[in-house]
């Protein structure tokens, strides 16, 4: 089946279509959000208020502000020198996805929304969210090695020189350099279905995807333009139930189209991450465009505490659906819930304080957050795929998802007991034996 998707803007996430719609009005398409959210950001940057927000950007010499510590030559990858070092890649090709090396992955997939086309990741200014930098994404690009920037496709390239799928440099997805990262800026969790058949049609096109043998790792970040941008003046096709309806749509169609895959659903962002980072001019003003919901009242600290609120909710399906016995007993296809992301989750009591570690992680002097607030620059991008990669190595039900744990922790490594890929079944291998 070809699909023709619309060619995405380049900007984070979608602009709210009138606060005051009734639920029962439809969802504007993909592309009118898009073109709606290109002219209420044209309005924003265009106005008043561009030598404003164009005084607050970094200076070009605090570029490195932005970046990942380069990590010298001369350093060893972690797992290069443990003494538990287990085989990394199968001597043949498992026949299990619970028996799954991380060398054994060939190909890199990735769906989603801005986020995971790593918007305005390497930009100096909040005008740089117009730009998907797919090269950098924490999840879906491999652009130069693990010691430049760190990625999740840069890890697994360590253990498979050959993995494919990856993104490099900068553009929208149906850029040439865009490879198999197919996530669109603007996309909700309903445009998900659409990306996973383009996707589809994409990979049976290219010479180097062997639909039927390669191991696929397909990543899943997707919702927080429902939440931003749609939940509150259309809760009911917004709820965290029509989430999860349509996360098990696109998992039956992956299912079904892709064989030999493990997928990796990454819980939501808390999307007040935006108020409760340290303000800057160009946080506020862009803000009614990249989260109108968080505006829906004149109290910021009580459409705070709800909108995070309904994040949890979101969280919730998203752990449930994957946990569904649809996905996990198959031999050749699972999902695995990835909860690192809930360490952005905020306090759900109004007034509460942010957490000693928030503090400290969340600073303007050595930013992880893009100039607007929304986005992972490239330093915080680097931080988020070892979080992810670490998940992935962690058993379900044992995973990280609190700041402290994530922080103050290396890149984790397989081990001779544990040389596979966590999934839903052999963790319970592994709480029964410790080991898998």
Known sequence: MKMKLVPA??????????????????????????????????????????????????DPSDWWKILQDRIPENTKFPCLYTEDKPVWRSRRSPTSVHQLRPGD???????????SAGAAARE???????????????????EETWRKYTTLPNILKVFNPNLYGYATGKGPYFSESAKL???????????????????????VEDPKVNMEEDWKLINILIGQNNICSYQCSHPVQNSPDAHKTRLQEVLDFIQEKFPKTFV???????????ARYPESTACELIRPVTCPCLLVTPDLEDNIVKMSAVVREYQKKEKELASDDRYKNKEDFTVVWQPFLLSTNAPLTRGAPETR???????????????ECVH??????????????????????????????????????PTKKNPYLFTEKNSETYRKYCHQ
């Not at 990796?264 to 935006?274: C, E, P």
């Not at 998940?391 to 922080?407: A, R, S």
């Open 357 to 371: 570690v928030f503090s400290k992680v969340f600073t303007r002097t050595l930013p992880i957050l893009t100039e």
């Open 376 to 413: 992972f620059n490239q330093r915080g991008s680097a931080l988020v795929a070892r979080t992810l990669w670490n998940n992935m190595l962690e058993p379900v039900g044992k995973k990280t998802k609190t700041l402290k744990d994530i922080f103050f922790q290396g890149i984790k490594c």
């Open 181 to 203: 990262n197919v996530a669109i800026t603007g996309a909700a969790d309903y445009d998900i279905l659409f990306q996973a058949m383009y996707l589809y049609n994409k990979s």
């Open 264 to 274: 990796n659903l990454i819980s939501v962002l808390d999307t007040t991450l935006a």
């Open 105 to 115: 992955i060939d190909v890199v997939m990735t769906l989603g929304d801005s986020l």
């Open 124 to 142: 100096l200014t909040p005008l740089g969210l117009t730009v998907d930098d797919r090269g950098v994404s924490f999840v879906g690009g491999g």
């Open 9 to 58: 803007l380049g900007c984070l996430l979608v602009a709210v279509v009138g606060l005051c719609e009734a639920d029962s009005s439809p969802i504007p398409s993909l592309e009118q959000r898009l073109i709606d959210f290109g002219l209420k950001l044209a309005t924003v940057l265009n106005g008043p208020s561009l030598p404003i927000l164009t005084a607050s950007a970094y």
